[in-house]
Nanobody
């Protein structure tokens, strides 16, 4: 059974930083890509960043230069370092992996950017 648990969400002022973590259970982590997605209130869920099993990364234009995705295969954990946060980054952040033709999601962690 694959389970994902996100953590690290919080309230932060504009310009601040947060680091989100996504812990993945099971022995699949080193073989899968991990994506961070977010969903703001009243909006569709969108892909923020993805990191492949080989470490290749890709970002949404809205977060390029501010967010960094990384992974630690020894800890079965992926991270999303978020810097220079903006009001529009407020959302629930989810991580996702795809394994055996099925998507697995975490429960989400709330990020609120407010002054």
């Amino acid at each position: 059974q694959v389970q994902l648990v996100e953590s690290g969400g919080s309230s932060v002022e504009p310009g601040g930083s947060l680091r989100l973590s996504c812990a993945v259970s099971g022995s699949i982590f080193s073989f899968v890509s991990v994506g961070w997605h977010r969903q703001a209130a009243g909006k569709q869920r969108e892909l923020v960043a993805v990191i492949t099993s080989g470490g290749t990364t890709n970002y949404a234009d809205s977060v390029k230069g501010r967010f960094t995705i990384s992974r630690d295969n020894t800890k079965n954990t992926a991270y999303l370092q978020m810097n220079s946060l903006k009001f529009e980054d407020t959302a629930v952040y989810y991580c996702k992996v795809r394994w055996a033709y099925r998507d697995y999601w975490g429960q989400g962690t709330q990020v609120t950017v407010s002054s």
